[in-house]
């Protein structure tokens, strides 16, 4: 079974400059999550799909962060403009269901660096 | 929102000692996991925990669930240089359909050969 497919896996920007990035859940993954984790701390929750509804996005930053899945399989997470402090790696996960009691598989994650 | 104290924040230790690091919140947990990040990689689920009390082994690794549910544990036995990395705790609080994790920071195993 392969696993969340993330590109790019490396980012150099200026800031103000856009990024998007893609991710690619394991097939038939209802719910698929983007985290953000900075240098040196643990990944933090920006936002939640089920299915192509956003179930929770308490935590993105919405004046620059944006994110999508359209067809609830693939999903985009895009930064306009970007700033330094977005310097972090961005992880996709996907889990078959929401509810907890199922398994999130991460991906490689995304590593932005933002100059 | 909720917050998760990992501790240490580092361990240097010899290949075949023990290993024990662990979480505490702020609040209440209904599922308590412990994931390791490799270099480059996202984390990997080591040990899931969805009960008060519950005391699981995967190999080497054993964790368990506080009784007051805003703690955790996780030992490895007999380490091997191939247990170093950044373990993880993570919990969450099922509500709404949200449930999105809360990480600790982790704790950086180092081993010496």
């Known amino acids: 079974e392969a696993g969340v497919a993330q590109s790019p896996r490396y980012k150099i920007i200026e800031k103000r400059q856009s990024v998007a990035f893609w991710c690619n859940p394991i097939s038939g993954h209802a719910t698929l999550y983007w985290y953000q984790q900075i240098l040196g701390q643990g990944p933090k929750l920006l936002i939640q799909f089920q299915n192509n509804g956003v179930v929770d996005d308490s935590q993105l930053p919405k004046d620059r962060f944006s994110a999508e899945r359209l067809k609830g399989v693939d999903s985009t997470l895009k930064i306009q403009p970007a700033k330094l402090e977005d310097s972090a790696v961005y992880l996709c996960a996907s889990s078959p269901t929401s509810g907890g009691t199922d398994t999130q598989y991460f991906g490689p994650g995304t590593r932005l660096t933002v100059l | 929102g909720q917050q998760l104290n990992q501790s240490p924040q580092s361990m240097f230790i010899q290949e075949g000692e023990d290993v024990s690091m662990n979480c505490t919140s702020s609040s209440i947990f209904n599922t308590w996991l412990w994931y390791k990040q490799d270099p480059g990689e996202g984390p990997v689920l080591l040990i899931a925990l969805y009960k008060a009390g519950e005391l699981t082994s995967n190999g080497r690794l054993t964790a368990q669930f506080g009784i007051t549910r805003k703690d955790s544990f996780l030992n490895i036995s007999a380490s091997i240089p191939s247990d170093v990395g950044i373990y993880f705790c993570?919990?969450?609080?099922?509500?709404?359909?949200?449930?999105?994790?809360?990480f600790g920071k982790g704790t950086h195993l180092i081993i010496q050969p």
């Open positions: 993570a919990g969450y609080y099922s509500g709404g359909g949200a449930d999105g994790l809360t």
